[in-house]
């Protein structure tokens, strides 16, 4: 039926979905002024100020509402047909990216596989869902790529980008997609102008920007990660002014080399026989020492090229002979992310921090992946609303180990 044929006193139940907020249901939030109407609500998305209200309420955080669906149907020992498991999957496909996107949950390719178990047709889903774009979607893309500004808060990289329609495109959320993966951002806002309103989508990959925070600011909410909100009021290139100025108040600070790094740091004088630098990384259960002339740093050391000078004869010559001066090193405030990089890029197990020239600290890939272990946890207890998780030692362990940081990172 139209809206328009509706009689609202015939209303006795109305069912919400996917939403919870009154100006996304139209001339339907009427309704709402019945309080003789029952009021169901399933949605994926937490509830925020000012949101509708149930006398019944399904809203968990799950990539999709589709997922909640298929929950009540195998609780409720009910029998979907092939056709409904199919429409319910492709529903999990395209809200989750195909369980591409960081709001995944486990609970959704589990309701994928109940869905599969009761006939659901993956052939289907997978000529329905969107993988390419198409053409305006392309053109819209472009023009959105070549309007972005990107800004770089405290550490984070983040893209603004505008654009405007005249007529209604599809989903903004798979361009917002595109853009970070095209442009290996940290997180992006999409500004889209079309149909006489304003659509605001937006994307993080970071724990130090949480999009549905800002984006509640605009009347829209959604998860830490992803967010949209629809404003009738200022133009595209307003929104970008204010969202640029709102932004520094939601970016948290990133870590910096002072929160993770080791002290006080081993060092080894830099007129000790290679010798002697062995017996000291035997002691200690290090791997590098840094090398220090009156105090001030000279270089590292490994016990790769201290155990070379052993084979060849050499135990009596000084370290400073041996070290690299050539290594990289930081400062206490450099971010973390920034380590992360040079670390990867340069292959350097081992990161002295500096205060001038004088060794305050150092870091490790142990350090880094215990830092992303610690977050992973946060992440996890934040999604489940759970208790807090292990709690680690400040002993730091050494880093001997010559397997991939970019592939620990990922586990």
């Known amino acids: 039926m139209r809206i328009r044929d509706v009689d609202p006193a015939q209303v006795k139940k109305l069912i919400i979905v996917d939403t919870k907020q009154p100006d996304r249901i139209g001339p339907l939030a009427e309704l709402l002024k019945n309080k003789d109407i029952e009021v169901h609500i399933y949605d994926h998305h937490p509830f925020n100020e000012g949101d509708i209200r ?4 399904k809203a968990d955080m799950v990539g999709a509402t589709a997922t909640i669906l298929a929950e009540v149907l ?14 319910l999957t492709l529903g999990i496909y395209e809200e989750t990216g195909c369980l591409l996107f960081p709001s995944t949950t486990e609970r959704d390719l589990l309701a994928v596989a109940y869905l599969i178990r009761k006939g659901a047709n993956l052939t289907i889903v997978s000529e329905y869902v969107k993988i ?36 209604y495109i599809g989903d903004a959320a798979i361009l917002a997609h595109k853009i970070m993966d095209i442009e290996d951002i940290d997180a992006v806002i999409i500004i889209l102008s079309m149909e006489g309103k304003t659509i605001l989508v937006a994307r ?31 133009s595209p290139d307003m929104l970008a002014d204010r969202i640029a100025r709102m932004l520094p108040e939601h970016v948290r600070p990133g870590k910096i080399a002072a ?12 007129d000790s026989p290679i010798a002697e630098a062995a017996d000291m990384m035997t002691k200690y259960g290090v791997n590098v020492l840094p090398v220090i002339r009156d105090g001030v740093y000279e270089g590292l050391i490994s016990r790769e090229t201290v ?26 405030d450099t971010p973390v992310r920034d380590i992360e990089t040079m670390m990867i890029e340069q292959n350097q197990k081992f990161m002295p921090v500096l205060e001038g020239n004088k060794v305050i600290g150092a870091i490790t890939r142990t350090d880094l992946l215990r830092m992303l272990y610690e977050e992973f946890l946060k992440k996890r207890r934040i999604d489940k609303e759970d208790t807090a998780g ?20 990922i586990l």
Not at 311 to 331: A, M, P, W
Not at 392 to 402: K, Q, T
């Open 54 to 57: 149930g006398s019944y309420e």
């Open 74 to 87: 195998r609780e409720k020992k009910l029998r979907p047909t092939p056709m409904e498991a199919t429409i």
């Open 132 to 167: 390419d774009l198409r053409r305006e979607e392309l053109e819209l893309l472009s023009e959105l790529l070549g309007s972005s500004q990107e800004l770089t808060i405290k550490g984070i990289r983040i893209i603004l980008a505008k654009a405007s329609r005249d007529s």
């Open 204 to 234: 993080s990959r970071v724990q130090e920007l949480d999009v549905s925070a800002l984006l509640r600011e605009f009347g829209g909410g959604g998860h830490h990660h992803a967010a949209a909100a629809t404003v009738k009021a200022d």
């Open 259 to 270: 929160d993770i790094m080791t002290q006080p740091v081993i060092t080894i004088p830099w």
């Open 307 to 332: 155990e070379k000078s052993l084979f060849h004869g050499f135990r009596q010559n000084r370290v400073i002979d041996f070290c690299s001066t050539e290594k990289l090193t930081v400062t206490s």
């Open 390 to 409: 292990p709690h680690f030692s400040s002993r730091n362990l050494s880093d001997g180990s010559g397997t991939s940081f970019r592939r620990m990172s």
